[in-house]
């Protein structure tokens, strides 16, 4: 099978010199040259719908927007990269690779719809994703290719920040609370808010325009067609994919495979094909059984993968395309346990506007968690049966009718195992964790282990107050951070204000003590490497010395403390993480030697180098030490403050042999 590269391209494009040598740019000034109407019509005629999960006609969404254009206030654009759902990498992957055709799209959508400026809604914890649009964003306006504002606002991990009008709340300094009225009927209120401002307290827009605006959004995939379309037609776009869904959809794999993988696949690829491609297939000598769309649709039996992936492909299945993540099984898991991780996340992940949502939801997590376990009652399937009914009475999102379709659906396939957990004729099934992915790493997908200790009411850890996160938030100013796009320097430091209770007030004392050497460390490294990428060919031997220096001391310091905690926590049900530290201590080793076998390095070593290092200290920031402090209580943490301390004491040349090797000093 071929994988396509029109919005996933197959290498990253170091800076927009690169993308514009490339054609880059070329579709911004097509559409500087054309009619608002004449670029909705183009969108519309090329049959694009959204990628983000709902595949809603990109066109119409955009006419409805420009039809509803306020008096006064300004329409805005916002690019949803909020990614959460379960199974889903695509459009981090997409960012990683060329940032610069996302905001090419997102800014000839401002120019279809008279927006004078586009937002970024992003999670505060994809740090390499931000650090690309930060770059691309200050390239765009250094060259001036644009006279509309772009800005990037950090937002939660929460999974309800990915639904739109959710989103919109979290710009405007809320929790990600979702509202009755769609973006495009109420859009900003005031972009610049922090906090307070109900969000009942609003005159909607309508056709013809009023006082307030609405807003466009569209994810990162949809935005990254929009690029190709303008410059190149609808018919172009139509190229590949089938009449009723055109063009190409980026697809990630993971679960019992034998790898991890985010490809572009062109619409209308039977769903085996994209396994095979991506996964490589089950593990050796297994079954795939069963896959879900991550946690939105019904569950897609073995037998239904030849199915096209399409809009209508899937629904003629009874189920959906979703956001194009794909968790696999094989006949070693059970499904019952699957179901249950399903229905956790999701009550979990309720707000709780909606009674029945979070109520009826937590009901359906555990009541499958009794049959998982082994010790359910002859009452509980028939109380399920019920709750499935009415959890999404009167819901104002999706998320409620995700435990009727996929949670339901899962229940119904794995009909044997129930069979067997309710006659004790097989043993507890272990908990199956259904939660977004922190990364792909090395071929392997890992999830956020941080929603295991994620409690109802949103905080971690601890008990749960009993109280639903709308009821304890309300409006209350959700921790948001606005980057100033022309800021330069390191982008290093964890950031464990995200590593305690909701509303706690931030991280503690021990926390910083142990994280903070860790990430100076960080920042010794990427000044080495600025010194090594800024030097002659006569210095960067002395250069490449340095920093072989300062990687020595961070092996050394991780190699002793951090990397041997993880494998500590790791027997706590963090399986992953210990494979991960083994991996990039292993990388890091060949990185020293690579320096020292070299005496001098070329630019495309350096590159190579540069990303190498960069994905230590990513791995380091988005999942050592935030995991390492929401597991270990401030005791522990203050015991690893004490080691970090005491290895960084002893002196950077010490040289380090834990079971990862040994670290030259």
Known sequence: MTLVHRVLDAQ????????????????????????PDDLIGMIADAGLRGRGGAGFPTGIK??????????????AVVVNAAEGEPGTFKDRAIIRRNPYRVLEGALIAARAVGAPEVIVAIKASFRPEIRRLRAAIAEFEAEGLHDIEMRIVEGPSDYLFGEESALLEVVEGRYPFPRVTPPYRRGLDDPNASSGNSSAWVEMASEGGTR???????????????????????????????SESPGTIVCTITGDTERHAVGEFSMGTPLWEVIDALGGGPLPGRTLVAAISGTANSVLEA????TPLSYEGLTSIGSGLGTGGFIVFDEHTDLVAVAQGVARFLSVESCGQCTPCKSDGLAIADLIDTVRTSTATPEALPELERRFARVDDGARCALASQQSSAVASLIELGQESVEQHLTRSVDDAGPYLIAPIVDL???????????????????????????????LYGDAAVAVRVRATRTHGADVGVDVSTVGEAGDGGPSAAARRFTDPVVAAHEALLDGLRLLRSATAADRGAAAESLRYELGHYVNLVGTVVYPELDRVAQGGADDLAWIAERNAESALGILERLLSSDALDSDAVRALTGDLRALIDSDDTIALPVLCRRLDDHDLDRLADAVHEVTASGRESTARSRFGSAPG
């Open 441 to 471: 790493i090395h071929g392997r997908a890992v999830v956020d282990i941080g929603q295991i200790d994620k409690l109802p009411d949103w905080s971690s850890g601890g008990a749960d107050s009993g109280t639903v996160p709308a009821e």
């Open 212 to 242: 307030e605006a609405p807003a466009l959004i569209d994810n990162v995939e949809t935005m990254a067609n929009v690029p190709g379309i303008v410059l190149n037609g609808p018919d172009w776009f139509r190229e590949v994919g089938t």
């Open 62 to 75: 955009w006419r409805t927007v420009a039809d509803s254009r306020a008096i006064i206030e300004p329409t």
């Open 303 to 306: 037998a239904q993968f030849d």
């Open 12 to 35: 990253p494009v170091a800076d927009l010199a690169a993308y514009v040598e490339a054609g880059g740019g070329q579709a911004l000034a097509v559409a500087a040259e054309a009619e």
